[in-house]
């Protein structure tokens, strides 16, 4: 059974960074989409970034200019480096991987933005 792992969360500083590693521990048929989703306590979950497999991606508004989402290919992995961070980043970040024969999601991992 494939599984998404999520690394790199933690505690920061505000105006400080982390970068979020998601590797596929299995093979994975055909992944197109790849993405980041973020879920503060109270609210729903969100999109951060997406990255197509030919690289075009897509930002939230508020990530805009802070957050650049990234992929290897060939190690079936997509990372978020997240710059300046804000205490309203805080918040649970999942990846996403769309492919052919479905959806896969991470089980998330913790940011948390200390002010």
């Known amino acids: 059974q494939v599984q998404l792992v999520e690394s790199g969360g933690g505690l920061v500083q505000a105006g400080g960074s982390l970068r979020l590693s998601c590797a596929a521990s299995?093979?994975?048929?055909?992944?197109?989409?790849m993405g980041w989703y973020r879920q503060a306590p109270g609210k729903q979950r969100a999109l951060v970034a997406t990255?197509?497999?030919?690289?075009?991606?897509n930002y939230a508004d508020s990530v805009k200019g802070r957050f650049t989402i990234s992929r290897d290919n060939a190690k079936n992995t997509v990372y978020l480096q997240m710059n300046s961070l804000k205490p309203e980043d805080t918040a649970v970040y999942h990846c996403k991987f769309g492919a052919y024969f479905g959806e896969y999601w991470g089980q998330g991992t913790q940011v948390t933005v200390s002010s």
């Open positions: 990255i197509t497999s030919g690289g075009s991606t």
């Open positions: 299995g093979s994975i048929f055909s992944i197109n989409a």
